[in-house]
Every structure is written in structure tokens, then in C-alpha cells.
């Protein structure tokens, strides 16, 4: 795959040693990155070649990509306003499925200011880079995702990390700041690889005697906790006194895009400014009225989300019964430590010839450089297919 002596001295020549990593992982049967599904079946499962797979890695929390109310808002949004909008929300770019669906957030979430961006990773981009410039501090968990991480590069602001899910540490950092600047405090409510939850009014209370503003990310929580699915920061009853909240909507809203909301109406001045916002096409038509129809049934379903935790309890505890560890309590997001990387490549396939799909996480793209077997529960997720996931995982091979 790399050619040493032909990208000698040339971009490629950085990425040798990454080539050859991936060599030895393909060695052990399928590419687990970019895994190619040739049709979806349904919400839970897919047609790979010619094996039907369960899915168990998705992200479709609430099972909402073909919810029928949902699927017809996409259609009907491209048969009025066709399938892009070529442009930036500040040119030819917005909508009124924009301008609706930040009133609907506005609404659902009790805030007085919200902007939808093109992705969840922007949304983050765009927020963060914006608010916190040169001379002011950003405290982030050292666990962050990655678009928190490039967020903070690409603002002028100092940036500081924080032991993870630690607000004793972040109580110190704070205290060692100086008197200028402004501080904005990032943290995520349900972290996406390990599948902990932050103890956000916590943070809130630790952040807000310092006179810091706080930053939750909520883009794997929204749909899973709270009233309504409103999010960790809800659950914890600190949703009022939280100064920036994040989301995505490739989640739980079975679309594509981001947002942040804001009890702070000064959020909407950083349309004018913020360059992730301003110099991307906005979010298709038919995205919005995906993400606006889901929102609607999120906001007023109680169903889904006890069908999620029924299946949440029903996978932990037949993991936890077959002999595995799980990283975290019972949540939405379940991790696996595996003992390196060549065993979780090689346990991977193993469930793939199963008939099981789950998230293979490797490093650098986990906390403590651990390597994973990740799974994400549906609500739509049956039973049946539950206990066919819990099979599969006891017929792994036993390692040392």
C-alpha cells in the first residue's frame, strides 16, 4: 500500500508508519474502518454483501431514520425546496426550515437564542472558536472530543485542560487564572467512547463561582436523558443555569447537522463573525425537515425513550452476566476494554461472522489509549435482537 521510496520527502512520507498499522489490522480479515453497508434493511438492521448483519454501533438512539412522520418530512422539503440550498446561511442559505427548527429549539429547550449549523461537528467548531477569543481561557475535560479539541486550536483564546470528569481539578485551574480574560468551561454530558456521564451541575457550580461561563456538548444525550429527552443537563436540573448547550443532529434526530442554543441572546451575534458558520453551505432542506420532524416526536413521546432503557438494561446486564466489564454504568453507550488492539481487531470479526456489527475504537481516537469493542443501543433494538447481541459476544474466544 505505501510505496517508501516513491513518497520519500513528499506529504505522504508522515503517514509510513500508519500505513503499515493498517496493513497488519486488514491482515485479520474485513477493514473495520469505513465499513461499506450495501443496503439498510431497517433501523437495526443492514445487508453487507450478501450477509444480513445486526447493528449494534449506529447511533440511532431513538430509532428515528424510518420513522414514517419523519421520512416524509425529507421528501416533502425536497419537493418544495429541492435537494440543497448552494449556499452559506448569511448569503442564499437560509431557509424557513432553518429559522423553524432554531424556534423549535428555542422552545423545547427554554433559551432565548439558537443557531443551527451544517454538521454537529461545526456547530462545536463554530461556537467555541467564536466566543472565546484572544485573552480569554478555555477549560476543557481532557477526554473532549475531537471538534472541541480543533475548535480550541483554531480560537486565539489560551486553552487548558482538566483531568476528565473532575470538578476538584477544575476548581484548581480556575483558581490559578489571572484576573483578565474571560473563562468558558467545555464538557461534554454523555462522553461518545467510554460512555460516562459528567457530573454537570457540578461543574456548573464550580465553573459559575469563578464567574466562568460553562459549555455542554449534549450531542449523544439528547433523546436519552432528561424530561423529553432534553439531555444530561436536564436530568441533573442545572438546564436553566447552563450558559451554552451543543447537539448534533446525526443522533437521535436521524438527520445531519448541529446547533447550539444558549439562555444568552448575545449568542446570535456570532453569525456575523464565526467563520465555521459563515463559509459552509447550509444544512439541506431536506436534513432540516428531518432534524425539525424528529424534534417534535422527541419532544412529545415518552416511549421511545423507556423502550431505549428497557434494551440499555436488558444488553448491560447480559454483558455484565456473559463476563464482561463495561466501562461505564448503563447508558445508551457501551464500551468493552480489550487487552490491544490485534485482540479487538480480531474479536471485530469474529462478531461480524456472527452477524454482528459494533464500533471497533483503537487509538489515538480513545481516552488512555485503550482499545474497544463499542455498541450503541437502539429503542427500536427488539429483544430477540438484544439476546442475539449477547450470544455473540459470549461465543468470542476466551483471551488471557
Given at each position: 500500500?505505501?510505496?517508501?521510496?516513491?513518497?520519500?520527502?513528499?506529504?505522504?512520507?508522515?503517514?509510513?508508519?500508519?500505513?503499515?498499522?493498517?496493513?497488519?489490522?486488514?491482515?485479520?480479515?474485513?477493514?473495520?474502518?469505513?465499513?461499506?453497508?450495501?443496503?439498510?434493511?431497517?433501523?437495526?438492521?443492514?445487508?453487507?454483501?450478501?450477509?444480513?448483519?445486526?447493528?449494534?454501533?449506529?447511533?440511532?438512539?431513538?430509532?428515528?431514520?424510518?420513522?414514517?412522520?419523519?421520512?416524509?418530512?425529507?421528501?416533502?422539503?425536497?419537493?418544495?425546496?429541492?435537494?440543497?440550498?448552494?449556499?452559506?446561511?448569511?448569503?442564499?442559505?437560509?431557509?424557513?426550515?432553518?429559522?423553524?427548527?432554531?424556534?423549535?429549539?428555542?422552545?423545547?429547550?427554554?433559551?432565548?437564542?439558537?443557531?443551527?449549523?451544517?454538521?454537529?461537528?461545526?456547530?462545536?467548531?463554530?461556537?467555541?472558536?467564536?466566543?472565546?477569543?484572544?485573552?480569554?481561557?478555555?477549560?476543557?475535560?481532557?477526554?473532549?472530543?475531537a471538534c472541541i479539541y480543533d475548535a480550541c486550536r483554531l480560537s486565539d483564546a489560551e486553552t487548558?485542560?482538566?483531568?476528565?470528569?473532575?470538578?476538584?481539578?477544575?476548581?484548581?485551574?480556575?483558581?490559578?487564572?489571572?484576573?483578565?480574560?474571560?473563562?468558558?468551561?467545555?464538557?461534554?454530558?454523555?462522553?461518545?467512547m467510554l460512555g460516562d456521564v459528567a457530573p454537570v451541575a457540578e461543574f456548573v457550580e464550580v465553573?459559575?463561582?469563578?464567574?466562568?461561563?460553562?459549555?455542554?456538548?449534549?450531542?449523544?444525550?439528547?433523546?436519552?436523558?432528561?424530561?423529553?429527552?432534553?439531555?444530561?443537563?436536564?436530568?441533573?436540573?442545572?438546564?436553566?443555569k447552563v450558559d451554552f448547550i451543543s447537539g448534533t443532529f446525526s443522533k437521535s434526530f436521524a438527520?445531519?447537522?448541529?446547533?447550539?442554543?444558549?439562555?444568552?441572546?448575545?449568542?446570535?451575534?456570532?453569525?456575523?463573525?464565526?467563520?465555521?458558520?459563515?463559509?459552509?453551505?447550509?444544512?439541506?432542506?431536506?436534513?432540516?425537515?428531518?432534524?425539525?420532524?424528529?424534534?417534535?416526536?422527541?419532544?412529545?413521546?415518552?416511549?421511545?425513550?423507556?423502550?431505549?432503557?428497557?434494551?440499555?438494561?436488558?444488553?448491560?446486564?447480559?454483558?455484565?452476566?456473559?463476563?464482561?466489564?463495561?466501562?461505564?454504568?448503563?447508558?445508551?453507550?457501551?464500551?468493552?476494554?480489550?487487552?490491544?488492539?490485534?485482540?479487538?481487531?480480531?474479536?471485530?470479526?469474529?462478531?461480524?461472522?456472527?452477524?454482528?456489527?459494533?464500533?471497533?475504537?483503537?487509538?489515538?481516537?480513545?481516552?488512555?489509549?485503550?482499545?474497544?469493542?463499542?455498541?450503541?443501543?437502539?429503542?427500536?433494538?427488539?429483544?430477540?435482537?438484544?439476546?442475539?447481541?449477547?450470544?455473540?459476544?459470549?461465543?468470542?474466544?476466551?483471551?488471557?
Amino acid at each position: 500500500m505505501f510505496d517508501t521510496e516513491a513518497n520519500k520527502n513528499t506529504v505522504f512520507a508522515k503517514f509510513e508508519k500508519l500505513s503499515e498499522r493498517v496493513d497488519k489490522l486488514r491482515s485479520a480479515g474485513r477493514t473495520p474502518f469505513g465499513m461499506r453497508f450495501d443496503e439498510m434493511l431497517s433501523q437495526t438492521r443492514a445487508r453487507v454483501g450478501n450477509t444480513e448483519v445486526l447493528l449494534a454501533g449506529t447511533n440511532n438512539y431513538l430509532g428515528l431514520t424510518y420513522n414514517p412522520d419523519v421520512m416524509q418530512a425529507a421528501k416533502t422539503a425536497i419537493d418544495t425546496h429541492g435537494t440543497a440550498t448552494t449556499g452559506s446561511r448569511l448569503a442564499n442559505g437560509t431557509y424557513s426550515d432553518h429559522l423553524d427548527l432554531e424556534s423549535d429549539l428555542k422552545d423545547y429547550f427554554g433559551v432565548a437564542s439558537a443557531i443551527v449549523c451544517t454538521t454537529g461537528y461545526q456547530a462545536n467548531l463554530a461556537a467555541l472558536s467564536t466566543l472565546a477569543g484572544r485573552g480569554d481561557h478555555l477549560l476543557i475535560d481532557a477526554d473532549s472530543h475531537a471538534c472541541i479539541y480543533d475548535a480550541c486550536r483554531l480560537s486565539d483564546a489560551e486553552t487548558i485542560r482538566f483531568r476528565h470528569n473532575s470538578p476538584e481539578d477544575l476548581n484548581k485551574r480556575l483558581s490559578r487564572l489571572p484576573a483578565e480574560g474571560a473563562r468558558l468551561v467545555v464538557i461534554e454530558g454523555l462522553y461518545s467512547m467510554l460512555g460516562d456521564v459528567a457530573p454537570v451541575a457540578e461543574f456548573v457550580e464550580v465553573a459559575h463561582s469563578h464567574g466562568a461561563m460553562i459549555f455542554v456538548d449534549e450531542a449523544h444525550s439528547i433523546g436519552c436523558y432528561g424530561e423529553n429527552g432534553r439531555g444530561v443537563s436536564q436530568a441533573q436540573g442545572v438546564l436553566d443555569k447552563v450558559d451554552f448547550i451543543s447537539g448534533t443532529f446525526s443522533k437521535s434526530f436521524a438527520s445531519i447537522g448541529g446547533f447550539c442554543v444558549s439562555r444568552h441572546e448575545a449568542l446570535e451575534l456570532i453569525r456575523l463573525v464565526s467563520r465555521p458558520y459563515l463559509f459552509t453551505a447550509s444544512g439541506s432542506p431536506a436534513n432540516m425537515a428531518a432534524a425539525r420532524a424528529s424534534l417534535k416526536i422527541i419532544a412529545s413521546d415518552t416511549t421511545l425513550g423507556k423502550s431505549l432503557w428497557d434494551r440499555v438494561h436488558q444488553l448491560y446486564n447480559g454483558l455484565s452476566d456473559a463476563g464482561f466489564t463495561i466501562s461505564s454504568p448503563p447508558g445508551p453507550i457501551m464500551a468493552i476494554s480489550r487487552p490491544d488492539e490485534h485482540v479487538a481487531v480480531a474479536e471485530w470479526n469474529h462478531l461480524m461472522d456472527q452477524g454482528v456489527y459494533v464500533n471497533l475504537a483503537v487509538p489515538p481516537a480513545t481516552p488512555q489509549a485503550k482499545s474497544l469493542l463499542r455498541l450503541s443501543v437502539s429503542a427500536a433494538h427488539t429483544e430477540a435482537e438484544i439476546d442475539q447481541l449477547i450470544a455473540a459476544f459470549r461465543s468470542l474466544p476466551k483471551t488471557a
